[in-house]
């Protein structure tokens, strides 16, 4: 079982740059892939980056790629995501999300979080 807490949303104006966390509890941490999701009002959740228990592997989602970096701290029981060149369609609510097994996190893995706010304004 994982218990992901998420923390560093807010608003920012367009061009700006955030850093979202994600606390993890337990001591496994480290063998589970994590990711984050976003679901802005009136779409589904969708995809945005996810990287491999060693963090030697990322995905992005193709509207994220350039712009934001996914990163881990096992020290910590952290992952992180480096948004930059914020835009206002990057408005949503973020979602950490955990899983064992990599190949799934493109469509979401076992555990959630509840969710941070990210609001980008024009």
């Known amino acids: 079982q994982v218990q992901l807490v998420e923390s560093g949303g807010g608003l920012v104006q367009a061009g700006g740059s955030l850093r979202l966390s994600c606390a993890a509890s337990g001591r496994t941490f480290s063998t589970y892939a994590m990711g984050w999701f976003r679901q802005a009002p009136g779409k589904e959740r969708e995809f945005v980056a996810a990287?491999?228990?060693?963090?030697?592997?990322?995905y992005y989602a193709d509207s994220v790629k350039g712009r934001c970096t996914i990163s881990r701290d096992g020290a910590k029981n952290t992952v992180y995501l480096q948004m930059n060149s914020l835009k206002p369609e990057d408005t949503a609510v973020y979602y950490c999300?955990?899983?064992?097994?990599?190949?799934?996190?493109?469509?979401?893995?076992?555990?959630w979080g509840q969710g941070t706010q990210v609001t980008v304004s024009s």
């Open positions: 990287i491999s228990w060693s963090g030697s592997t990322t």
């Open positions: 999300n955990a899983d064992r097994n990599m190949a799934t996190m493109r469509n979401g893995g076992a555990y």
